[in-house]
């Protein structure tokens, strides 16, 4: 059984992201040790490199196109690329205060995100 393998659902379909050295490789090369995850090329990059192994018709353009929720779809890559640096140890505690800052700001990212949109669908 291969392990490091992470469950991502698009469009209500499995699909599973993998993270081999060679693909760790590749994106680090691409975009460093920090690639942008709220970037929706970047993620559809990182993510198509994970998908690679087991679903190879999942290219950065087809992830672009059927654009499944970024928020999600991120977090599932976040998680896979984790497992793959840290395994089942998990992240090291002073790289889990870092996460709960940018979980923090997301956060609030996202709730600005919603009130602008929702004042747009409202008519506000």
């Known amino acids: 059984m291969i392990t490091g ?3 991502t ?3 209500g379909k499995p699909y599973f ?10 994106v680090s090369k691409k ?12 993620v ?5 490199a994970g998908l690679r ?6 290219t950065p353009e087809k992830i672009m196109e059927i654009s499944p929720p970024l928020i999600p779809f991120a977090n599932d890559v976040q998680q896979a690329l984790q497992w793959a640096y840290f395994g089942d140890e998990g992240v090291p505690e002073s790289d889990v205060k870092k996460k709960q800052t940018l979980t923090g700001s997301l956060s609030h990212i ?3 995100l919603f009130r602008v949109f929702h004042r747009r669908s409202s008519g506000i």
């Open 31 to 42: 975009y460093g040790e920090s690639p942008d995850l709220f970037d929706p090329d970047t």
């Open 9 to 11: 659902t698009i469009n």
């Open 110 to 112: 996202v709730r600005r």
């Open 5 to 7: 393998i992470k469950e």
């Open 53 to 58: 192994e087991r679903h190879p018709e999942m």
């Open 17 to 26: 992201l993998r993270y081999t050295w060679s693909v760790l490789a590749e």
């Open 44 to 48: 559809a990059f990182v993510g198509a």
